[in-house]
């Protein structure tokens, strides 16, 4: 019997757990609250992210990691910022022939490593990394959705695509963990520039100028750390730059629009002002370190980290976006 697990029942979680819910005869959805494990065993409900759709009846909640130690695969569907503690907590519980697939876009600080990284210190360098334009509400009412993995072990990637990938869902294999998983970050750095932009009520030339020079830049950065140039053009790189740039649905070009408009936001309270700050710190640490000029990167981190109005830090954008 093919049982998988799924790691986090917020939105993505509960959406992959559904898609592949499809492909095997048991998903096991670990989360931590018992009452809401209680009231998904119970209605069939995700009360919290999706109170009106269904789960199916082949999608188990449970809050004991030890029901995840004969899964094939077990997805990680949690933020940046809870990674290593959970690996800590399933390195003397899950087996060594599980797959392990990282979906989290972000780097820990001051480490300076992604996540597939870190899932290598506590167990091998064979796990699969997700990543690609995608939302998680569409994936749970099965939208057409594509997205890129990768991974150093091309049976695992196989592995990993026959219990996700539905007629609706389509995954592309890639062989670039390096380039896939920056993509992932960049794309985030990309979509508080464009935000900035918005909330300054730049004009468009100007902020499809911004979002272009972004995209250059991804390629520059992932080609000068060891990854392949060539997977910015894929669906982890392009597009999922354009969408989280362009979309009012991504977080973090809503959080770029606040910066640009000057609103004081409560960074204990938002998660994701926690999470894009580690990546802008990160990101900047990276191009100083390997002697890369990023233009985009050092407005997000003016405007974010040192707190540059935004209008003096565009400025200094613009004067160096073509030297």
């Not at 699969?128 to 695992?156: C, D, H, Q, Y």
């Not at 990160?282 to 003016?302: G, Q």
Request: charged share 25%; with cysteine.
């Amino acid at each position: 019997m093919e049982k998988v697990g799924v790691m986090g029942a917020g939105s993505l979680g509960t959406a992959l757990a559904q898609t592949i819910s499809e492909n095997v005869d048991e998903v096991y959805l670990y989360l931590r609250k018992k009452k809401l494990r209680d009231s998904i065993n119970e209605t069939r409900y995700n009360t919290e992210y999706y109170p009106n759709t269904k789960l199916k009846d082949n999608i188990i909640a449970t809050t004991d990691l030890n029901d995840l130690n004969d899964c094939s695969v077990i997805f990680l569907a949690i933020p940046s910022s809870a990674f290593r503690s959970t690996m800590e907590k399933l390195k003397g519980i899950l087996n060594n022939e599980a797959i392990l697939v990282t979906t989290a876009k972000g780097i820990e600080y001051p480490s300076l490593k992604t996540m597939g990284k870190v899932v290598e210190e506590y167990f091998n360098d064979n796990y699969v990394a997700l990543s690609g334009p995608n939302f998680a509400s569409e994936i749970m009412l099965n939208l057409a959705t594509v997205s890129n993995i990768a991974s150093k072990n091309r049976e695992n990637s196989e592995k990993v695509k026959s219990v996700l990938a539905t007629p609706q869902f389509k995954l592309k294999i890639i062989d670039d963990v390096i380039g896939l998983e920056i993509c992932g970050i960049l794309k985030n750095i990309n979509a508080i520039a464009n935000g900035i932009c918005e909330g300054m009520n730049i004009n468009e030339n100007a902020r499809f100028a911004v979002l272009t020079k972004g995209f250059e830049d991804t390629k520059i950065i992932i080609k000068s750390i060891g990854g392949q140039e060539s997977t910015a053009s894929e669906y982890c790189g392009f597009g999922d730059l354009v969408l989280t740039s362009t979309s009012l649905e991504s977080r973090n070009h809503t959080l770029g629009m606040l910066y640009g408009q000057r609103i004081i936001v409560d960074e204990k309270s938002s998660g994701i002002v926690f999470e894009g700050k580690n990546s802008i710190m990160a990101m900047k640490r990276i191009c100083d370190e390997n002697n890369i000029k990023s233009v985009t990167v050092d407005f997000v981190y003016d405007v974010i980290v040192k707190q540059i109005p935004p209008t003096i830090a565009f400025n200094s954008l613009w004067e160096n976006i073509e030297e």
